[in-house]
């Protein structure tokens, strides 16, 4: 059962009211403040520019009380160019499971996605459709087949939902606890959530999606997950007929791992042309003579490649010597790197140092046109307008900041009608010598691989 839960005060800080812009969100829930509680933790962990330039900004809100239970909701907002907000709400899940992601839809709506909690694992997705105002349409709960995925102990969920002229494209994955059997799951919804076709892909998983201009998609991640690891790239028609696949590779870069080297983020340029970029783990931290047993330090380099429309590989760089205190969660590490196609190049964010993040503007061959260092909240995200401007959150200004910021940059990095001015950094920049493999691409299109559930049991209020 969902349960939506009213907001009633939320208070913008100010920087100004400008291009650049910076403001700080703190929130106020009066429904369990009289309750009795306080605002323990409030996170911005996701962002999305919506078609008419407005964006979906999604956290969550945790709520306390002296010697009782934490109450936490998930926070939704659209927000418009200059950071004022249109709408917000906060929705708690009353069974197991929560949303984990928001997607503006072309309507001006919003999709929210989730996940459905069966036993100890999470056994199916949940995506719940808000109107332009905020309100629930509708709620499905979609869950693979066969019913014994509690029993095999597999976990499912979507990287990415994209919209289409039918409906909605979800990617993800069906992933059991071993990681022994990996499937990237696709499954097209028309406008009210009814299944249109779904597919499998047994040995890979994804770990981004992006549509394309002639209505596919292309979707990243990594082959071999049991075996000798590779980035991967599937390009598919509209109708999900897959047109071709790749996998990428090299001797510079490790291999055996599912985590050394992945596809992370992907998305296509205005020429047609593709952006992959990843995260490639070497040892340990090499100016370290010594290391604790309990002690990890992983050195990482950013890369980044350009494609042409069939997956060719127009030239290939890393970027840097970075270093993370914590190994990635996820194969590939979608959670440190993110890109973002621009008319004249791409936008990249990534974990750089410990805390600090590493935010850059490439030309279109892979130049570095500046670069800054931006300090680490909770969750950085990023996302640009058609224009070229950069909207972020998760990250902080400087060192001595705190708060949820939302960052609204000029094309050249800059926050000049606010004031402040971002840390420049320096990292370096060089040739990554890997090349692209064709593969032969085994469908599974089970007859019966999703059940849909219509879940009514939620209050809208």
């Not at 407005?54 to 009380?65: L, Q």
């Amino acid at each position: 059962m969902l349960k939506r839960v009213l907001l009633t005060a939320l208070v913008w800080a100010l920087a100004e009211a400008a291009w650049g812009w910076a403001k700080v969100l703190t929130i106020h829930n009066e429904h369990f403040a009289k309750e009795g509680r306080e605002v323990r933790n409030f996170v911005i962990d996701n962002l999305r520019i919506a078609p008419d330039g407005s964006a979906i900004v999604r956290g969550w809100v945790t709520f306390y009380k002296p010697y009782e239970s934490d109450v936490s909701c998930d926070w939704v907002a659209r927000v418009d160019q200059e950071g004022e907000i249109l709408w917000h709400d906060c929705f708690t899940i009353i069974e197991d499971g929560d949303f984990y992601a928001a997607w503006p839809t072309r309507d001006q709506g919003t999709l929210l996605v989730g996940q459905f909690a069966g036993g100890s694992v999470f056994e199916g997705v949940r995506i719940a459709k808000l109107d332009a105002r905020g309100a629930f349409q509708w709620h499905r709960i979609y869950v693979p087949l066969p019913s014994d995925l509690v029993v095999r102990g597999r976990s499912v969920y979507f990287v990415d939902v994209l919209e289409t002229g039918e409906g909605y494209l979800g990617v993800g994955n069906i992933v059991d606890r071993d990681r022994k059997d990996t499937k990237t799951w696709i499954v097209a919804l028309d406008l009210e959530g009814n299944l249109l076709w779904q597919k499998t892909l047994t040995g890979f998983l994804a770990n981004r999606a992006s549509p394309t201009q002639d209505g596919g998609l292309v979707v990243g991640g990594v082959t071999g997950v049991t075996g000798q690891a590779a980035a991967w790239v599937l390009r598919l028609d509209s109708e999900g007929r897959v047109l071709w696949q790749k996998s990428y590779s090299g001797e510079d870069f490790p291999q055996g791992s599912p985590d050394s080297f992945a596809v992370a983020a992907i998305g296509e340029a205005v020429s047609g042309d593709l952006f992959i970029a990843g995260v490639t783990m070497d040892d340990a931290n090499p100016d370290r003579k010594e290391k604790e047993d309990d002690e990890q330090d992983f050195r990482h380099r950013i890369w980044v490649a350009r494609l042409d429309a069939q997956g060719r590989i127009k030239w290939r760089k890393l970027y840097g010597k970075m270093f993370s205190s914590s190994f990635p969660y996820l194969l590939g590490a979608p959670e440190l790197v993110q890109i973002s196609p621009t008319a004249d190049g791409l936008y990249v964010l990534a974990e750089s140092v410990s805390t600090d993040w590493w935010l850059a503007k490439l030309d279109g061959e892979g130049a570095i046109a500046w670069q800054k260092k931006l300090y680490e909240d909770y969750y950085p995200n990023m996302a640009p307008w058609p224009d070229g401007r950069l909207l972020l959150a998760g990250v902080l200004p400087s060192a001595e900041d705190s708060g949820n910021w939302l960052l609204a940059l000029e094309p050249d990095g800059s926050l000049a009608g606010c004031g402040l001015e971002l840390e420049p950094e320096h990292v370096s920049v060089r040739p990554a010598p890997f090349s692209e493999t064709g593969l032969n691409l085994t469908e599974e299109l089970p007859p019966k691989v999703v059940q849909v559930v219509e879940d009514a049991f939620f209050v809208n209020r």
